[in-house]
């Protein structure tokens, strides 16, 4: 089945420690996204990525790296410089930039 | 500049009655695509609808149906007869000339049984 995957479910991280979201997709999509989403709120854009090698920085990025080596992955990498980084992070994927957007089922990433 | 609206925050309604969910936009593009996702308590954003801007057909699909008005710039979704399992966020995009789409705040859906 085509889809996208995101692991850990569950991910706890003691302060000053990275933590890296795994993001992967079988779709073939060149598009590629993540956000960050807390409680009762929107979507927030971390980053997102048009095509392998290159990605942007989105709304929210500081505190957050991400790398693009392949068409299927897009992992994000959360840094102790992130001051608040507990919180929903959904990744996303597309085909093109009139395509529908679709998601994985998330991380929920707590800081001890 | 893109915005979307999604003015009810949350709404409670007692299964089988008929709810529907807001969604007003604002875009300077003549071509744009708007969504509708579904938030259920797990998670995962499940995709519902896509419309682009030419076609202003309402759509039904089972208990749901969509009302696209490009006078008002509204793209509003009713659900009919509630379900409990239809309890979940509901979030409306806007997706114009780029990559990156803009969601609306989402609107909290309660079904009581």
């Known amino acids: 089945d085509g889809g996208i995957t995101q692991s850990p479910k569950y991910l706890f991280r003691k302060e000053g420690q990275n933590v890296t979201l795994s993001c992967e997709q079988n779709?073939?999509?060149?598009?590629m996204y993540w956000y960050r989403q807390d409680p009762g709120q929107g979507l927030r854009l971390i980053y997102y990525?048009?095509?392998?090698?290159?990605?942007q920085k989105g709304d929210i990025a500081e505190g957050y790296s991400v790398s693009r080596e392949k068409k299927e992955s897009f992992p994000l990498t959360v840094t102790s410089a992130q001051k608040n980084p507990t919180a929903f992070y959904l990744c996303?994927?597309?085909?093109?930039?009139?395509?529908?957007?679709?998601f994985g089922p998330g991380t929920r990433l707590t800081v001890l | 500049a893109q915005k979307v609206t999604q003015a009810q925050t949350e709404i409670s309604v007692v299964e089988k009655e008929d709810v529907t969910l807001d969604c007003v936009y604002e875009?300077?593009?003549?071509?744009?695509?708007l969504f509708w996702y579904k938030q259920p308590p797990s998670g995962e954003l499940v995709f519902l609808i896509r419309r682009n801007s030419f076609d202003e057909q309402n759509e039904i699909s089972g208990r749901y149906s969509w009302n696209f008005q490009k006078s008002t710039s509204s793209f509003n979704f009713t659900i009919t007869a509630s379900q409990v399992v239809d309890s979940a966020v509901y979030f409306c995009?806007?997706?114009?000339?780029?990559?990156?789409?803009?969601f609306g705040r989402g609107t909290s859906l309660i079904v009581h049984p």
């Open positions: 779709l073939n999509h060149d598009a």
């Open positions: 875009t300077r593009d003549t071509t744009y695509y």
């Open positions: 996303a994927s597309t085909q093109g930039f009139t395509d529908t957007q679709y």
């Open positions: 990525s048009q095509i392998v090698n290159d990605f």
């Open positions: 995009a806007l997706k114009g000339g780029s990559y990156i789409p803009t």
